[in-house]
């Protein structure tokens, strides 16, 4: 069975930091790309980034690149998603999801194992 299990949120002021974890049982994450995407109140689940099972490749969604920083350490079956200057509309709850087809493309449909979400509010 896979798992993936999503750490990290909390409370922040606007213009602050935090890092989300996303531990994966090691059949999950062997040779997989890992996503993250996050699902605001009254929305649809959106992508935020993504990165491939050996970190060569990235994706971030417009409305993040230059904020968040994905990266991973397969030796702890772990990914992380750096967020710095956060904003307000950035306030949602954050899943992690396996790609089965290990890429890094965005569509909610290319993903089959997700997390159980950690809530992000960022108070401005």
């Known amino acids: 069975q896979a798992q993936l299990v999503e750490s990290g949120g909390g409370l922040v002021q606007a213009g602050g930091s935090l890092r989300l974890s996303c531990a994966a049982s090691?059949?999950?994450?062997?040779?997989?790309?890992i996503g993250w995407f996050r699902q605001a109140p009254g929305k649809e689940r959106e992508f935020v980034s993504a990165?491939?099972?050996?970190?060569?490749?990235?994706a971030y969604a417009d409305s993040v690149k230059g904020r968040f920083t994905i990266s991973r350490d397969n030796a702890q079956n772990t990914v992380y998603l750096q967020m710095d200057s956060l904003q307000p509309e950035d306030t949602a709850v954050y899943y992690c999801?396996?790609?089965?087809?290990?890429?890094?493309?965005?569509?909610?449909?290319?993903?089959?194992?997700w997390g159980q979400g950690t809530q992000v509010t960022v108070s401005s």
């Open positions: 999801a396996r790609n089965k087809y290990g890429s890094t493309r965005s569509r909610v449909a290319d993903y089959d194992y």
């Open positions: 990165i491939s099972w050996n970190g060569g490749n990235t």
């Open positions: 090691r059949r999950t994450f062997s040779t997989n790309a």
